[in-house]
């Protein structure tokens, strides 16, 4: 089973401040770093130190050469990374606070130059029994989606950032990962109500064929399937860096449910490398590897 992740490829700006900055506000940074990130990276990293084969799809400009080295580094395969001479690398302006909270605004670049073409040539490689790993930071997702299932693959779709267009992609999915915001904001989307707690929130996102996992902070996380719900504690840790903790929980819970353990050990595997990944900064660098998680669990 291989698992084809195609997204996003960030280069992360990362300002440390004291808050987040207001409308009308200049606000000095005490630090600025330069990470590796993207959803997309960031997910392809946590997949591959999870335990599963795994190759990233996407696009590139020039400067961001550096971000396929770190892929590869990292176990995973880039052959089908596209390096465009006309184009710049996505890139993200991050706040960071001194709690480790973060804001960011992101600037597309050659993530949103994915072409159908591109699609069609890495589609070819994969068939039944392999997935896919979406996030909505790059173009063409409907017809991607679209491909992958008729060509038998597990589709795992984190709709983030989250916006209508994405709508028509969810009875594609057989999973759906996403945080209480983008809940609430698709639910919104679907012209339904938003209820307030969370095992309603993730039952309501439910499909016949679409299970959610609902992550939910220091509160922990949710599945539902429209059988069961299941929940799982966050683990207690001091968080410095929030940045790549949905990544990484995404990650690794579908490390653990594509390669056939239960939902209850994928959720305790996924929140122990999450709670693992904010203890450290920046983005792809915190992701933890399968072994340091594992000794975390006890297992």
Not at 111 to 117: A, S, V, Y
Not at 218 to 243: E, I, K, M, N, W
Not at 244 to 262: E, Q, W
């Amino acid at each position: 089973m291989k698992v084809l992740c195609f997204g996003s490829l960030n280069i992360d700006y990362v300002y440390q401040v004291p808050h987040f900055a207001g409308g009308g506000e200049t606000l000095a940074a005490a630090s600025l770093s330069r990470f590796s990130g993207g959803k997309g990276l960031n997910q392809s990293i946590a997949l591959a130190r999870a335990g599963l084969e795994v190759r990233h799809a996407g696009a590139v400009g020039r400067d961001g050469l550096f971000l396929l080295e770190e892929l590869r580094e990292a176990g995973v395969r880039t052959e089908s990374v596209e390096v465009l001479e006309d184009a710049r690398t996505g890139h993200a302006i991050i706040q960071r606070t001194p709690s480790g909270e973060n804001c960011i605004l992101l600037y597309g670049g050659a993530n949103r130059r994915i072409t159908r073409e591109q699609i069609d040539r890495v589609l070819s490689d994969f068939g039944p029994g392999d997935a896919l790993a979406l996030q909505n930071e790059t173009s063409e997702l409907p017809y991607l989606a679209e491909r992958a299932r008729e060509r038998g693959l597990t589709v795992a779709l984190n709709p983030s950032p989250m916006e209508d267009g994405l709508l028509p992609l969810l009875p594609l999915a057989n999973y759906l990962l996403l945080n209480e915001i983008e809940a609430a904001q698709l639910l919104q989307g679907l012209g339904k109500p938003v209820p307030e707690a969370g095992e309603d929130l993730a039952a309501a996102l439910a499909l016949p064929s679409t299970a959610v996992v609902l992550t939910l902070g220091s509160q922990g996380s949710l599945f539902a399937d429209g059988t069961r719900l299941v929940r799982q504690a966050a683990v207690p840790v001091r968080a410095v860096d929030t940045t790549a903790a949905g990544d990484t929980y995404t990650g690794f819970f579908l490390a653990g449910v594509l390669s056939g353990r239960s939902v209850e050990w994928s959720m305790k595997y996924a929140s122990s490398a999450a709670a693992i990944a904010v203890t450290r900064p920046g983005a792809a660098p915190s992701i933890p590897s399968r072994a340091e998680v594992l000794a975390e669990m006890g297992d």
